[in-house]
């Protein structure tokens, strides 16, 4: 393996005591130890560095971020006079590209290295503030979509919270605040913002153009950007929040191909990631798509910080989201008990409590039978006669088959009550009852509402929002069945009219829409 990745890199002799890389530090080099050692430190959240390992010869440097191009989490310092073999990303993202086992070998480092980072992370970044604060729980999934190695020091019940809001000079008022590198504290930070001070925000000239600009990274906004830039094209992905899209807040998809024990939705988005990122697709988080302007080409899509990416075609896969419950004053417990997923996050704060999820999706079933086994009891809400005709009959069955969930049919809610935070949950069924159900959290998965806002006027959409694909033009054939009424732009996943709504089925649109975009790059060329 050293004498093949000697081609890609150059040998170098260090002294102990300087540094390969720092925390911080973007598009770092691949070292790969030939003689020596080199030690990884991460921050201890006080300014200084703790010791995460040593490598030694034939071992090498890096982790996740090295593919990305992200602010790297460790410092590499050698420890002794060192012989490294150094080697440039951009000659490392060729070599991963060229040299399939030692591609395994380095990803699979990678992949392990970052999930020891997140199971063991002691300092680097703390959020201080209350786990049952609206914006800790959106800061806290925020990193966790991202992958972000973080610490909560939870301030109502942490040990350790009074000395750390002395040792920082945070105020309770000011909470929850960010603490990068036990140096920079922020107030409630926006999702930007922390992109860009944890160096998260991957940065794109602005004056290229790309051959493939997808929007969204959902199952099939990364199922696109994976065969697309491994097909060679220019790739790009715009992601408003963090990979994984709805289906990245299932706790437990049980019937997807190939993994006979399930996998998260974050799970399977993570690794989908890494792949589209080892082919050369660039990630954008934290931007969303505000508009598109499509009279001219190349395509433009312009994102909420005012930027500008030019591409000469479009996929658009920026999904749907859960509807919003028709009762009043229920902004007021969005993120205070009322949730749109059912991530681990969300199942510690039901801890002991009941649950209630409205929905009868598989959505909706996996929240409900990933929240029994931590809830006191889960109620299930359906406004119809029962679950087959909308669930896999798998959930339907554990569902039936668990005494610490019980199934509402034609029961809709009707008022949500609670001081601050939710406190109880009022039903009405179709024969006359009503139900005052005690509960701290409820979860939302019903309908879908298509994220195609920043389509106006460029393609048609369904009367409820969807794009429409597969147009009747004759001139539009060639481009297959997810172009739309657009040339250059295709709709794949949940936000396309009449799709099916599972990730199976999202990953196969986004793998195949490729096909298409081939000959419609190709008919530029005429």
């Known amino acids: 393996m050293v004498q093949r990745a000697a081609r890609y890199g150059h040998r170098q002799t260090v002294d102990g005591g300087e540094y390969l890389y720092r925390v911080g530090e973007r598009n770092v080099d691949l070292f790969i130890i030939l003689d020596g050692e080199v030690d990884i430190l991460e921050s201890d959240g006080r300014g200084g560095h703790t010791l995460v390992t040593t490598h030694q010869a034939n071992q090498f440097t890096g982790e996740l971020d090295q593919l990305s191009g992200r602010a790297v989490l460790v410092c590499a310092k050698v420890a002794r006079p060192t012989t490294v073999l150094r080697i440039p990303r951009s000659a490392m993202l060729s070599m991963v590209r060229a040299e399939s086992d030692i591609a395994e070998i380095m990803m699979r480092a990678f992949i392990l290295r970052r999930a020891r980072l997140q199971q063991n992370a002691e300092g680097g970044t703390l959020i201080l503030g209350s786990e049952f604060s609206a914006d800790c729980l959106r800061i806290q999934s925020f990193l966790l979509r991202n992958g972000y190695p973080h610490r909560l020091i939870d301030t109502d019940k942490d040990p350790d919270a009074r000395e750390a ?22 107030s409630r930070p926006t999702n930007r913002d922390l992109a860009e001070i944890l160096g998260i925000a991957e940065t794109f000239e602005v004056n290229h153009v790309y051959d493939v600009v997808v929007v969204g990274a959902g199952p099939a906004g990364l199922a696109a950007a994976v065969y697309s830039a491994s097909e060679g094209l220019d790739t790009i992905v715009v992601e408003a929040f963090g990979p994984g899209g709805q289906a990245g807040t299932s706790s437990r998809i049980e019937n997807y191909l190939g993994f006979p024990l399930g996998v998260s939705g974050q799970g399977l988005a993570s690794r989908a990631q890494v792949q589209a990122q080892r082919f050369g697709a660039r990630l954008v988080v934290a931007r969303a798509a505000k508009r598109l302007e499509c009279t001219d080409h190349p395509f433009k899509v312009e994102l909420d910080d005012g930027k500008v990416i030019a591409s000469r075609s479009v996929v658009v896969a920026s999904g749907a989201r859960y509807r919003r419950l028709d009762v009043p004053g229920i902004e007021q417990f969005e993120g205070q008990g009322v949730h749109y997923a059912a991530t681990a996050l969300e199942g510690k704060l039901c801890a002991g409590s009941e649950a209630i999820v409205v929905g009868g999706g598989n959505s909706a079933g996996q929240a409900a039978v990933y929240l029994s086994a931590r809830a006191r009891h889960v109620h299930i809400l359906v ?9 896999s009959d798998y959930l339907v069955q554990r569902i039936t088959q668990s005494s610490s969930i019980t199934l509402h049919t034609r029961c809709s809610v009707t008022a949500l009550e609670g001081n601050g935070r939710l406190e109880q949950v009022r039903w009405t069924c179709d024969d006359g009852r009503e139900v ?7 979860f939302l998965m019903i309908g879908a509402v298509p994220n195609t806002d920043w389509l106006a006027g460029c393609v048609d959409l369904d009367r409820n929002g969807f794009v429409v694909t597969a147009p009747g033009a004759e001139e539009m ?25 599972r990730v199976a089925s999202s990953v196969g649109e986004g793998s195949v829409v490729v096909h298409s975009i081939h000959s419609w790059l190709a008919s530029l060329q005429r």
């Open 165 to 186: 809001l002395k040792l920082f000079h945070v105020n309770e008022a000011a909470l929850p605040v960010v603490v990068v590198e036990g140096q920079t504290s922020v």
């Open 383 to 391: 406004r119809g006669d029962g679950l087959s005709a909308t669930m």
């Open 436 to 442: 005052v159900q005690p509960a701290a959290n409820l």
């Open 477 to 501: 054939q060639e481009f297959g069945q997810y172009a739309t009424s657009k040339a250059g732009i295709f709709a794949v996943g949940d936000a396309r009219s009449r799709s099916v709504k």
